[in-house]
């Protein structure tokens, strides 16, 4: 396809989304009220995390479920926050907007700063798909598979560190981690430094109980990891399963590598097999390529449009469901072989 031809489709698929985005906000008014909209997402998610929290802590909820449920909800406060980076909610009531991001943050502890994401994410549209698109290869997207990338897309503020400490020559890697630190602090760290202590105490105990051996804690050692239990459930181990699974199918529908065009930047990733993931990321393999032809679009616009969406985009080449995208690190040649993507 040729530029004029490609400029062409771009422009019809725009069409075709906008003309049934506003055919869902002339039918129904209220999706029009974006910051109302936008509002009543927010607390309703907020809402859910605290209900959930209530249930675990005083009424039995177990924690398996209470987990499954922030998970859920902080879906769509990753949603949410996407969309802020867009200025799509109060831009003009800016301390609302900023408020918003900031309890986003909060109730998903292991996520970079927003405001740097911002930077990154506006970065992401103008280099999809190529080495300077920093944002995807920081959950992985280029790699091959193997312990890295499955450790990066479970934890992008560890792996990333990792991968600075493995990849990046000798010079460079104090100035790659510290970067990575910045970017997450001081929310990430915290969260990690907790996470991995909790692990590494649970895991310890086990050990010596199989081997039958006394670790005789301190009082202060197991009041420490008793306080810190209804964190880990209400927060952080939901946290690291919504973002395994979002970042699974965002490294996974995004190319890197042989991209040369905005319908070479992602595909529709929405096979069945993947739903356990999509549950946890709102769906986000079947809506997040309508983002990238209409970005001002909000994301609960996109889960009435899709159909349509993909649709219009089938018919100029945008892929659905490319699964041996798995098997060469997501470039976008299929007959590419596996790429280790640069440090």
């Not at 911002?118 to 698109?133: A, E, I, M, N, Y």
């Not at 290869?137 to 990066?152: E, K, V, W």
Request: proline share 4%; glycine share 6%; charged share 15%.
């Amino acid at each position: 396809m040729n530029n004029q031809n490609e400029a062409t489709a771009i422009d019809d698929i725009r069409a075709v989304i906008r003309a049934k985005g506003d055919e869902y906000r002339s039918r129904f008014p209220i999706l029009a009220k974006q910051d109302v909209m936008g509002l009543g997402i927010f607390l309703f998610a907020v809402l859910g995390v605290g209900l959930s929290a209530w249930g675990y802590l005083s009424f039995g909820l177990p924690a398996w479920l209470c987990i499954v449920l922030v998970a859920f909800f902080t879906s769509l406060l990753h949603e949410l926050e996407h969309d802020l980076i867009h200025w799509q909610y109060f831009k003009q009531h800016r301390w609302l907007h900023h408020t918003m991001l900031l309890v986003g943050w909060i109730l998903r502890p292991g996520t970079i700063n927003p405001w740097i994401r911002r930077h990154l994410h506006f970065l992401h549209h103008k280099v999809s798909g190529t080495p300077q698109d920093l944002e995807e290869r920081g959950i992985g997207n280029g790699l091959a598979y193997g312990p890295l990338r499955l450790f990066i897309m479970l934890d992008t503020f560890t792996g990333n560190i990792l991968r600075a400490i493995i990849q990046r020559p000798r010079g460079e890697k104090l100035k790659g981690v510290a970067r990575i630190v910045l970017a997450n602090f001081p929310f990430a760290v915290m969260t990690a430094i907790l996470w991995y202590s909790f692990l590494g105490f649970h895991l310890l105990s086990f050990a010596a109980d199989m081997a039958g051996v006394n670790m005789n804690w301190s009082v202060s050692t197991l009041g420490f990891f008793t306080s810190i239990e209804p964190l880990i459930v209400i927060l952080i181990a939901p946290f690291y399963l919504r973002s395994f699974c979002l970042n699974f199918i965002s490294s996974n529908m995004h190319y890197y590598g042989g991209v040369n065009s905005l319908l070479q930047q992602t595909q529709v990733l929405n096979h069945p097999v993947f739903w356990p993931f999509q549950l946890f990321c709102f769906n986000f393999g079947s809506t997040h390529s309508i983002h990238h032809f209409v970005v001002a679009e909000p994301f609960y616009i996109r889960q009435l449009t899709a159909k349509t969406a993909h649709a219009v985009m089938t018919k100029y080449g945008v892929r659905v469901n490319d699964l041996h995208t798995l098997l060469r690190s997501n470039h976008y040649d299929e007959h590419a072989a596996e790429q280790t993507m640069p440090s």
